[in-house]
C-alpha cells in the first residue's frame, strides 16, 4: 500500500484478468513504464468468464479490482481481459475509487488511426464477437467493423504450437520463416483458414478493409503468424500493446517530477491454478512470472 | 415420474454430463435401448469441471443426480461425463438410491477384453489424464496404460472441423478418406500429432500398445479421423460405446417381461447455454436433440 510515507513518483499499476493472458497487456506495460510498481492478478478459479451472465461477470471483476486497490494500494487499473471489458468496465469504475481502462477502447482507437478505408476486421474468443463491444467502439469512430470469433487459436496458444520468439518477430517488416514443426504448421493453417474466411466474408458485404484488430489477449503470441496470412499492406493492431499506450499516456502523465522513483515491481496472483499460471505464463510475459502467490477473494 | 399406476417394463434412465459431450453417450443407450425413457441433463452453466476442486464437482454432479431421479424419475443413472466419473462416482452413488454407471470403468473393461499384450493407450482431457482415473481401472484389470492429454481434440470438434457423417464411417473397415476440407485436414493432422507423440512415449518406456481407448465424450465425432491414424491393427474403445453396452447389461436385465413397453422418449436438460446445446447436441447425438429444457439447479 502506497502511503505519504513513502510517497515516490512510483505509480502502482493493477493489472485484472479472468486467466493469464491479460500479461500480453502486462508485459506490454512492463516495456512502456520501466519505474512503475505492478500488481496483476488472475481470477483462474473461476475463468472462463465467456459463459457467465454479465452480473456474475461484474461482481468477480468488482472483487479483483477491489483486492488490487485495497490490498495492493493500486492507483490506477488496466483490465487486460477483452470479456470484462466488454461486460464490466462500468461496474468496475464503480467499485473503486481509481481510473479504469479497458483494452476495447484504445484497440478501437489505434483501428481509427490505422485504417484508411474505415473498414477493420476483428478477431476474438466466441464470448468477445457476441459482445459486439469492438463493432460498437469502431462505430462511434466512424469504423465500419466486421468481428469473427476463432476458438481454436487460445487452445492452440495454450497448447504451446506457437513459435519460440514469436513477439521478437513481431514487426511486420520480420521475413517469413519456414514453419519451424508440425505443430506451428498447423497453428499457421489455422490462422490461415480463419482469415480467408473473414476476409471472404468481408468481402460479400462490400467492405475493403485495411486494419485487422487482435481483439484477445492470447492472440500477440500469433502475432508474426497472423502477420504472414493477412492480405498485403493490412495492417495488424494488437490491443494489448494499443492499451498499454493508453495507459502510459493516461497514467504516466501523473507522475510528478519531483518526487525519487523506484526501480519496477511486479507481484502476480492467481485465485486458483498457480501450476499452469506459473508454467504457461512466461510464456506470454515473454519474461519469468516468478512465484505466483495464491488469493482467495471468496464467493 | 413413473409412479405404480402408470408402471411398464420401460424403464428410465438418467444421463449426466457437465456439458453435451456426453449426448456421445446417450446416442449409443438410444441405439442399444430402444424401449426406454431417458433424461439427459447438462450442467453447461458450470463447466468446464475439469478445472474444479474434487469436493465442489461432487457437490454439482450430486445435485444433476438428484434432479434426473427426483424431479425425471430415473431408475438408473449413466455418468456419460469422464471428470464426473474420475471424481465424484462415490458421491454420487451416495446421492441417490439408483444403481449409477460411470463412462470409465466400462472403457477400461472394454480395453481388458480388446488387448492381448496388456499395455494400452489412453488419449483424453487434461482433466482426466490429472485424475488417472483410467490408468488406476487398467491396473486393477492387469493392463498397463499410458495416458496423453489432447487438448486441442475438444475445441476441434466444437468447432465442426469434423467429418460429416464420421458416425456413419466409424467401422474400422471404413476405406481412407481424401479430407474433405482444410478444416478436416487440420484435425487430421492434429490427431496424428497426438498420437505420433503417445506411440513414442510407449516405445520409449518399452511398451508394446494394441489398443487404444477414447477417454472422452467428444472423440467418437473423430473416430474415424483416429483410426486412420493409429498404428495397423490397433484397436480402438470408444468408452462411450462401451458405457453403453454396460448399461444394457446392467439395467436392460431389470426390464419385466410381463409389463408393457412404451416407445422410446428422450427429454435434453441443460441448465445455460441452451442455444449451443441445441445448436452443436445434434452432432453429437447423430439426431436432432429437438427443445432443450432450461433448469436451475441452484447455487
Known amino acids: 500500500m502506497t502511503t505519504p510515507e513513502n510517497k515516490t513518483s512510483t505509480p502502482t499499476i493493477g493489472v485484472f484478468d479472468s486467466g493469464f493472458g491479460g500479461l500480453t497487456v502486462l508485459r506490454a506495460l512492463l516495456n512502456h513504464m520501466p519505474h512503475a510498481r505492478f500488481a496483476f492478478i ?40 477483452n470479456t470484462a471489458s466488454a461486460l ?36 476474438a474468443t466466441d464470448a468477445t464477437v457476441q459482445s459486439h463491444a469492438y463493432a460498437a467502439a469502431c462505430r462511434t469512430r466512424g469504423l465500419r467493423a466486421l468481428e469473427k470469433a476463432c ?62 484488430v487482435l481483439g484477445c489477449t492470447h492472440y500477440p503470441l500469433l502475432r508474426s503468424l497472423i502477420e504472414r496470412a493477412v492480405p498485403s499492406g493490412m495492417r495488424v493492431i494488437d490491443s494489448a500493446e494499443s492499451a498499454a499506450e493508453a495507459a502510459v499516456r493516461l497514467f504516466g502523465q501523473q507522475n510528478s517530477e519531483d518526487l525519487p522513483s523506484a526501480p519496477q515491481s511486479l507481484r502476480c496472483f492467481a485465485t486458483d491454478s498457480v501450476d499452469k499460471f506459473e508454467r504457461l505464463g512466461s510464456r506470454f510475459l515473454g519474461r519469468p512470472v516468478g512465484k505466483v502467490e495464491l488469493v482467495d477473494l471468496g464467493g
Not at 96 to 108: K, N
Open 151 to 212: 476458438p481454436l487459436l487460445v487452445p492452440l496458444v495454450e497448447e504451446g504450437w506457437t513459435e519460440t520468439g514469436a513477439f521478437a518477430a513481431q514487426a511486420a517488416s520480420a521475413p517469413p520463416q519456414v514453419a519451424a514443426s508440425p505443430q506451428v504448421a498447423v497453428t499457421a493453417e489455422v490462422v490461415r483458414i480463419y482469415l480467408t474466411e473473414l476476409n471472404a466474408e468481408a468481402a460479400a458485404l462490400g467492405m475493403n478493409p485495411d486494419t485487422l
Open 42 to 81: 488472475g481470477d483462474t478459479a473461476r475463468l472462463p468468464y465467456g459463459s457467465k451472465s454479465q452480473r456474475t461477470i461484474a461482481r468477480y471483476a468488482a472483487q479483483s479490482a477491489r483486492f488490487l486497490v485495497n490490498e495492493q494500494g493500486a492507483e490506477f487499473l488496466v483490465i487486460a481481459c
Open 88 to 123: 464490466a468496465l462500468d461496474a468496475i469504475k464503480q467499485a473503486v475509487p481509481v481510473p479504469v481502462l479497458g483494452v476495447i477502447e484504445p484497440g478501437a482507437e489505434a483501428a481509427r488511426a490505422a485504417s484508411r478505408t474505415g473498414d477493420v476486421l476483428v478477431i
